[in-house]
C-alpha cells in the first residue's frame, strides 16, 4: 500500500493561545522578578497598560505572531507588572478579563482607604509594586482585611462586567429565567452571574497561594500556614458577596398593579459589602495553625471550627502609634482628630495619649443668598471660625 502524505492542521487562534499560554507566564514571570514584592493588586494602582508591552515585544516574536493579532493582545495584556506566573497562565486563557481585575483591584483598595479613614491604621498605601508593603508581608488581620476586600472587588468587577456584556465569556445568569416561583411571581430581566465571577476569582486571585513550597524553602511549615491564611481570608471575602445577594423586582399591571412581578438576581453596592467586612474585622480570629488541614482557634480549653466566613490572622497588629518608616508605618502624628467623637476618631485613641494641638482655622462661604429679578443670585461672604485638632 502506499503511503499517503498527510497535510498538518493549522491550529486555531483559540488554540495557539491555550498553547502558548505555559510558555509565556514563565518568560514573563521571570521579567517581574527583578521586584521580589510585587503583587496583582498594584494593577487597582496603575490599571492596564498594554502600549509599553506592545513596544518592548521582540522582533522574533513579533513576526512570529504576525497572523495571530489574539496571541500578540493576550501577551501583551498579561505581562502587567505584579503578576506571578501563575495568574500570567490564567490571564493568558482569559485575557479579556484583566481589566475588570483591575478595576476590582481598584474598588478594594478604596473601600479599604474609606473603612479605615478614622482608624490608627489608615490603609496606607505605598510606591511600591506590593501596594502595601509590610502590612501585606505581616499576616495581621488588617492584612486578612486587605486579602478579603481585594478578592470581593474582583467578583464585583468580573460579575459587574458579564452583566453589561463587557465580556465575551459570559453575560446574565439565565439558569432560572422564566421560571415561576411559588410566591407567584416570575425568574426575569438580567441576574448578576455570580457563578461565574467567584469562579474566576477563585483562578485568578488564588493562584499564587495554590503553589506547593519548595524542598528547599526555610521554614516551610510557616509558609504554608501563611498560604493557608490567604486562601481563607480570600474565600471569606467572596462569601460576602454571595451572602448579600439579594431580589430585585418589577410590577407589571394596569396602573402600576402588580398583578405581574418578575424578579432577577443583583449584587449589593461595593460600600455594603466593605460593611459588612468592616464587621468581620472587629471579629477576627487569631488561629495558631496546628496542622495545614483545618483551621482552628482555641476557647476555654476546648477547640472550635473557624467558620469559612470568619477572617483569620496568624500575628498581632504591629503599633500603628509611632512610626516606623523601615516598615512603612507613618504612626499618627499630624493626624486629624475628632475632640468630641467617642469612636476610632477621637483625639484620645488617635492620638494614642500623646495629646493634640488645636488651630484655629478661618473659613470663608457664601451664605444668605437672593435672587435677584433679573436674573442673578446675590450672596454675602461669610467667615466662620473651626477648631481643628492634630495630634502631637
Given at each position: 500500500m502506499r503511503g499517503r502524505h498527510r497535510q498538518r492542521r493549522r491550529p486555531s487562534n483559540s488554540n495557539r493561545v491555550l498553547l502558548a499560554a505555559t510558555a509565556t507566564c514563565w518568560v514573563l514571570a521571570l521579567t517581574h522578578l527583578h521586584s521580589v514584592a510585587a503583587n496583582w493588586m498594584y494593577l487597582g494602582v496603575v490599571g492596564i497598560d498594554t502600549t509599553a508591552a506592545l513596544q518592548h515585544q521582540q522582533p522574533a516574536d513579533?513576526?512570529?505572531?504576525?497572523?495571530?493579532?489574539?496571541?500578540?493582545?493576550?501577551?501583551?495584556?498579561?505581562?502587567?507588572?505584579?503578576?506571578?506566573?501563575?495568574?500570567?497562565?490564567?490571564c493568558m486563557q482569559h485575557p479579556g478579563n484583566l481589566r475588570s481585575?483591575?478595576?476590582?483591584?481598584?474598588?478594594?483598595?478604596?473601600?479599604?482607604?474609606?473603612?479605615?479613614?478614622?482608624?490608627?491604621?489608615?490603609?496606607?498605601t505605598t510606591d511600591e509594586q506590593s501596594v502595601f508593603g509590610y502590612i501585606l508581608e505581616r499576616g495581621s488581620k488588617e492584612t486578612a482585611f486587605i486579602y478579603a476586600v481585594t478578592s470581593a472587588g474582583v467578583v464585583h468587577a468580573v460579575t459587574q462586567a458579564c452583566s453589561s456584556g463587557n465580556l465575551t465569556e459570559c453575560s446574565c445568569d439565565?439558569?432560572?429565567h422564566g421560571k415561576n416561583t411559588k410566591e407567584g411571581w416570575k425568574w426575569g430581566g438580567?441576574?448578576?452571574?455570580?457563578?461565574?465571577?467567584?469562579?474566576?476569582?477563585?483562578?485568578?486571585?488564588?493562584?499564587?497561594?495554590?503553589?506547593?513550597?519548595?524542598?528547599?524553602?526555610?521554614?516551610?511549615?510557616?509558609?504554608?500556614?501563611?498560604?493557608?491564611?490567604?486562601?481563607?481570608?480570600?474565600?471569606?471575602?467572596r462569601q460576602v458577596v454571595d451572602k448579600l445577594m439579594r431580589n430585585q423586582c418589577r410590577c407589571h399591571g394596569i396602573s402600576g398593579?402588580?398583578?405581574?412581578?418578575?424578579?432577577?438576581?443583583?449584587?449589593?453596592?461595593?460600600?455594603?459589602?466593605?460593611?459588612?467586612?468592616k464587621q468581620k474585622y472587629h471579629q477576627a480570629v487569631q488561629v495558631p495553625i496546628k496542622t495545614p488541614k483545618r483551621l482552628r482557634?482555641?476557647?476555654?480549653?476546648?477547640?472550635?471550627?473557624v467558620d469559612k466566613g470568619d477572617l483569620v490572622h496568624i500575628h498581632r497588629s504591629p503599633n500603628y502609634c509611632v512610626p516606623d518608616l523601615q516598615k512603612g508605618i507613618p504612626g499618627t502624628s499630624g493626624r486629624v482628630c475628632n475632640k468630641t467623637s467617642q469612636g476610632p476618631d477621637s483625639c484620645d485613641l488617635l492620638c494614642c495619649g500623646r495629646g493634640y494641638n488645636t488651630q484655629v482655622m478661618k473659613h470663608k462661604e457664601r451664605c444668605q443668598c437672593k435672587f435677584v429679578w433679573c436674573c442673578y443670585v446675590r450672596c454675602k461672604t461669610c467667615e466662620t471660625q473651626i477648631d481643628r485638632h492634630t495630634c502631637k
Open positions: 513579533a513576526a512570529a505572531e504576525a497572523d495571530d493579532p489574539e496571541l500578540v493582545e493576550a501577551r501583551a495584556a498579561c505581562s502587567q507588572p505584579g503578576l506571578s506566573a501563575q495568574q500570567i497562565a490564567v481585575v483591575s478595576e476590582g483591584a481598584r474598588r478594594g483598595i478604596q473601600e479599604c482607604q474609606y473603612q479605615f479613614r478614622n482608624e490608627r491604621w489608615n490603609c496606607t439565565s439558569s432560572r438580567c441576574s448578576d452571574n455570580l457563578d461565574y465571577g467567584m469562579e474566576f476569582a477563585r483562578k485568578f486571585v488564588d493562584a499564587p497561594d495554590l503553589v506547593k513550597p519548595d524542598k528547599n524553602v526555610k521554614r516551610k511549615k510557616a509558609w504554608t500556614k501563611r498560604m493557608q491564611m490567604n486562601l481563607h481570608n480570600n474565600e471569606a471575602g398593579s402588580c398583578e405581574l412581578k418578575t424578579c432577577w438576581r443583583t449584587m449589593p453596592s461595593f460600600n455594603e459589602i466593605g460593611d459588612m467586612l482557634r482555641k476557647s476555654k480549653g476546648k477547640r472550635l471550627k
